[in-house]
C-alpha cells in the first residue's frame, strides 16, 4: 500500500522557493500542502487525504511532533529549503516501523553533511516587502572526519491581512533564523559515529481579524532545538542502529490585548534499528523505541502551568519482500506499551 517518491538536492536547490512545504507543494502527486496566510504563518502536509496528525515527520531521524501541540502533530512553518539534501514521503500505513501516528505516510527529511558535494556557499537574496535572505555554509571531509555547518537567516515586513481598522493595521513581519551542525567519525570499516544539532528561531507577527480589535500585538515566538547522536554498524548485509534524540519546542503566543501564554514541548528517544538484506529483494528490519513525552502549558483558569508526561515502549519486526518483478509486500508486527492509553 505504499507509494514512495524522492525530492533529490538539485531540485530543493533549483526551487523557486524558500521554504520546504512550498517546494513539496509544487514537486509530488497525492499530497495536500496548506498554508493559512503569509511566510510563517500555520502551514502542513496532509498524506492520502488524512488530517496532517498521521503524517509523521522526521528530520536527520529526529521525531519533529510537538507534545505540547493539541494534536501532537508538526506544522512545516518555518522549515526552510537551505541546507536540504533531499526528502524521502512514504505515502501509505507505515505504522509497523513508524508507529501509529504514520497511518497516512512518513516524511523524512535530510540535512547535507560533510561529504556532500558544493557545500561552501553565500548567498544573499531578497523581494518585495521587504524581504532579505542570507544563506551560507560550509562543510569538508579529511581522514576519517566530516562536518557540515550552515546558517540560514529570514525576514520579511509581510504584509496586513486586517484591512478593516486602517489607523491600526501594521505588516505581519516574520523573522527564521537556523542553524544546523553536523559531524561524522569513522572509527573503521564497519563502525562509525554521527551527531546533529538543529536550531530554529522564529518570530511571526499575525492579524486576528476581528472588527474593533488592534491587530498590533499578535504574535508567536517558536523555538526549536534538536539533537541526535547514532552509532552505526554496517558489515554490508547487516547494519544496525543506535540513537539517542532529544527534541525541545516552545512556543510564546501573545493576544490582541498583549497577554502572554507559553507552551513547551520535550521529547526523549532511544531506538535501535536492526537491517538485513538477504539480496535486493528481501529485507528484515526489526528494532525498538522507547520515548518519553512531556509537555508544560498554561491553562486558561486558573492559570498556573500545568505539566503532563508520557512514555512509549515499542518493539517492531517488518519483513519486505517482492514476490514478483511489479509486486512488493510487507509484513510487520508492532506492539506499543503506552504508559496513559495502555
Given at each position: 500500500?505504499?507509494?514512495?517518491?524522492?525530492?533529490?538536492?538539485?531540485?530543493?536547490?533549483?526551487?523557486?522557493?524558500?521554504?520546504?512545504?512550498?517546494?513539496?507543494?509544487?514537486?509530488?502527486?497525492?499530497?495536500?500542502?496548506?498554508?493559512?496566510?503569509?511566510?510563517?504563518?500555520?502551514?502542513?502536509?496532509?498524506?492520502?487525504?488524512?488530517?496532517?496528525?498521521?503524517?509523521?515527520?522526521?528530520?536527520?531521524?529526529?521525531?519533529?511532533?510537538?507534545?505540547?501541540?493539541?494534536?501532537?502533530?508538526?506544522?512545516?512553518?518555518?522549515?526552510?529549503?537551505?541546507?536540504?539534501?533531499?526528502?524521502?514521503?512514504?505515502?501509505?500505513?507505515?505504522?509497523?516501523?513508524?508507529?501509529?501516528?504514520?497511518?497516512?505516510?512518513?516524511?523524512?527529511?535530510?540535512?547535507?553533511?560533510?561529504?556532500?558535494?558544493?557545500?561552501?556557499?553565500?548567498?544573499?537574496?531578497?523581494?518585495?516587502?521587504?524581504?532579505?535572505?542570507?544563506?551560507?555554509?560550509?562543510?569538508?571531509?579529511?581522514?576519517?572526519?566530516?562536518?557540515?555547518?550552515?546558517?540560514?537567516?529570514?525576514?520579511?515586513?509581510?504584509?496586513?491581512?486586517?484591512?478593516?481598522?486602517?489607523?491600526?493595521?501594521?505588516?505581519?513581519?516574520?523573522?527564521?533564523?537556523?542553524?544546523?551542525?553536523?559531524?561524522?567519525?569513522?572509527?573503521?570499516?564497519?563502525?562509525?559515529?554521527?551527531?546533529?544539532?538543529?536550531?530554529?528561531?522564529?518570530?511571526?507577527?499575525?492579524?486576528?481579524?476581528?472588527?474593533?480589535?488592534?491587530?498590533?500585538?499578535?504574535?508567536?515566538?517558536?523555538?526549536?532545538?534538536?539533537?541526535?547522536?547514532?552509532?552505526?554498524?554496517?558489515?554490508?548485509?547487516?547494519?544496525?542502529?543506535?540513537?539517542?534524540?532529544?527534541?525541545?519546542i516552545e512556543r510564546a503566543t501573545k493576544t490582541y490585548t498583549n497577554s502572554e501564554k507559553d507552551y513547551y514541548g520535550y521529547r526523549?528517544?532511544?531506538?535501535?534499528?536492526?537491517?538485513?538484506?538477504?539480496?535486493?529483494?528481501?529485507?528484515?528490519?526489526?528494532?525498538?523505541?522507547?520515548?518519553?513525552?512531556?509537555?508544560?502549558?498554561?491553562?486558561?483558569?486558573?492559570?498556573d502551568y500545568l505539566t503532563s508526561d508520557e512514555a512509549i515502549y515499542s518493539q517492531y519486526a517488518d519483513f519486505q519482500f517482492r514476490?514478483?518483478?511489479?509486486?512488493?509486500?510487507?509484513?510487520?508486527?508492532?506492539?506499543?506499551?503506552?504508559?496513559?492509553?495502555?
Amino acid at each position: 500500500g505504499s507509494s514512495v517518491s524522492i525530492i533529490d538536492q538539485e531540485t530543493i536547490e533549483n526551487s523557486n522557493n524558500f521554504f520546504l512545504g512550498e517546494t513539496l507543494n509544487n514537486n509530488l502527486p497525492g499530497m495536500n500542502y496548506f498554508r493559512s496566510g503569509g511566510h510563517g504563518t500555520i502551514s502542513g502536509i496532509q498524506l492520502r487525504g488524512l488530517p496532517k496528525r498521521y503524517s509523521t515527520v522526521y528530520i536527520d531521524g529526529v521525531k519533529m511532533s510537538d507534545p505540547s501541540s493539541s494534536d501532537n502533530s508538526f506544522y512545516f512553518s518555518n522549515v526552510m529549503n537551505s541546507s536540504i539534501k533531499n526528502v524521502e514521503i512514504l505515502r501509505g500505513s507505515q505504522s509497523s516501523m513508524y508507529g501509529s501516528g504514520a497511518i497516512g505516510g512518513t516524511i523524512n527529511i535530510y540535512t547535507k553533511d560533510g561529504e556532500d558535494q558544493n557545500l561552501n556557499k553565500f548567498v544573499v537574496s531578497g523581494g518585495s516587502n521587504d524581504m532579505k535572505n542570507l544563506d551560507v555554509s560550509y562543510g569538508d571531509s579529511y581522514n576519517n572526519h566530516s562536518y557540515y555547518l550552515g546558517l540560514n537567516i529570514f525576514n520579511t515586513d509581510g504584509i496586513s491581512a486586517m484591512n478593516d481598522e486602517v489607523s491600526t493595521n501594521d505588516d505581519d513581519g516574520y523573522k527564521n533564523k537556523s542553524i544546523i551542525s553536523k559531524y561524522k567519525y569513522i572509527f573503521n570499516d564497519n563502525f562509525y559515529f554521527k551527531g546533529n544539532i538543529r536550531l530554529s528561531d522564529s518570530f511571526l507577527n499575525y492579524d486576528e481579524v476581528t472588527s474593533g480589535r488592534t491587530d498590533k500585538n499578535n504574535s508567536t515566538d517558536d523555538k526549536e532545538l534538536t539533537y541526535s547522536l547514532r552509532l552505526i554498524s554496517d558489515f554490508g548485509k547487516h547494519k544496525n542502529t543506535l540513537l539517542y534524540n532529544y527534541t525541545d519546542i516552545e512556543r510564546a503566543t501573545k493576544t490582541y490585548t498583549n497577554s502572554e501564554k507559553d507552551y513547551y514541548g520535550y521529547r526523549d528517544s532511544i531506538n535501535f534499528i536492526g537491517e538485513y538484506n538477504f539480496n535486493l529483494d528481501k529485507k528484515f528490519l526489526y528494532g525498538f523505541d522507547h520515548e518519553f513525552d512531556k509537555a508544560r502549558f498554561q491553562k486558561d483558569w486558573p492559570t498556573d502551568y500545568l505539566t503532563s508526561d508520557e512514555a512509549i515502549y515499542s518493539q517492531y519486526a517488518d519483513f519486505q519482500f517482492r514476490p514478483s518483478e511489479k509486486v512488493y509486500s510487507t509484513i510487520g508486527l508492532r506492539r506499543d506499551d503506552h504508559t496513559t492509553a495502555g
